[in-house]
């Protein structure tokens, strides 16, 4: 899910609403993958071991390696990974109208 999430909300530049709309995320579930990707991201810029990165971050190795593996997915396709780490992901302003969207199955 985080390959998917992460390029719905960094490459496409959807919005936090349709991106968890879109794959049957909660709200907290996107901004964990957010903050995750980030996280890693910024320890991975520092030049930081995936065992260091996974102790600074508190999350685990193999974990830290998933995220590794995007990040080095997206290298090798040329994006570039400061955009990515600067980027902020929109969030609607009318959450009642994504909560109503969100709950709705169409």
Not at 3 to 17: G, N, Y
Not at 34 to 51: A, D, H, P, T, Y
Request: aromatic residues 10%.
């Amino acid at each position: 899910h985080k390959k998917i999430i992460i390029q719905k909300l960094f490459i496409e530049q959807k919005t936090v609403q349709q991106t968890a709309r879109e794959t049957y995320h909660s709200l907290p579930a996107i901004q964990r993958y957010i903050s995750g990707f980030r996280q890693v991201l910024l320890c991975r810029q520092k030049g930081m071991s995936n065992e260091e990165i996974a102790y600074a971050t508190h999350k685990s190795r193999r974990l830290v390696g998933e995220y590794e593996k995007i990040i080095d997915e997206y290298a090798e396709r040329s994006y570039i990974l400061e955009r990515l780490l600067k980027y902020q992901p929109h969030v609607e302003n009318n959450l009642e109208q994504w909560a109503n969207d969100y709950g709705r199955q169409d």
